[in-house]
């Protein structure tokens, strides 16, 4: 009795996988190929092919946020052999205020004056005059001046500050993590979505 496979059904018509849809970072084409390699001559659950089509698509909705966090989970970028890693920001705030005031006064001082002088002549004298008295008047002339002042400043720094600490605190060993990350390079996310797709779409009867 012939059997229907995805193999067989994808030769008959190739949109068979339009509507699978994969997060960013997962190539379609690989996890088809891959599929059908895997799927060899399994028989097909729902051997009508518009509703097998429809399922895949429903299949891969369902499935969308599991594989994206696989995805975000594997492209995540570290150092294998560091199991601690602490990232801190802080801000420094600095204010500087100064102010000063006072007075200030002077004085000017000087003198002030006049003279004033009467000249007379005799009658038989001619023309020539002579000094009869002089006034002189004499004065000072101060002037003050005072005022005041003040001046206020003020500053504001701020400054932000970042540090990390990272390294091997000694949990695990460095190797005892390098052999962890060589197991989990194994993890091979194409054939653990594939593995869930035949789970759900092909009976593993050889």
Not at 16 to 28: Q, S, V, W
Request: no cysteine.
């Amino acid at each position: 009795m012939a059997k229907l496979t995805l193999i067989g059904m994808y030769n008959f018509d190739d949109t068979l996988f339009e509507y699978l849809t994969m997060p960013d970072g997962i190539d379609k084409e690989t996890l088809v190929n891959n599929i059908l390699l895997q799927s060899g001559d399994f028989e097909v659950l729902y051997p009508n092919l518009d509703f097998l089509k429809m399922s895949i698509g429903a299949w891969s909705n369902k499935w969308q946020p599991t594989f994206e966090r696989w995805q975000k989970a594997l492209a995540l970028e570290y150092n294998p052999i560091e199991n601690y890693n602490r990232q801190e920001e802080w801000t420094d705030s600095h204010n500087m205020n100064s102010s000063d005031s006072g007075t200030s006064s002077g004085k000017t001082e000087g003198t002030t004056g006049s003279l004033t002088t009467n000249r007379v002549s005799a009658y038989d004298s001619g023309d020539g005059l002579t000094t009869k008295d002089a006034i002189a008047v004499n004065g000072t002339d101060d002037t003050n001046n005072s005022g005041s002042f003040s001046n206020n400043r003020s500053q504001t720094y701020d400054g932000i500050r970042s540090g990390r600490m990272h390294g091997n605190i000694g949990v695990t060993t460095s190797q005892q993590m390098l052999e962890a990350e060589l197991h989990l390079g194994y993890w091979n996310i194409y054939e653990k979505i594939t593995d869930i797709f035949l789970t759900e779409f092909v009976l593993p009867i050889y």
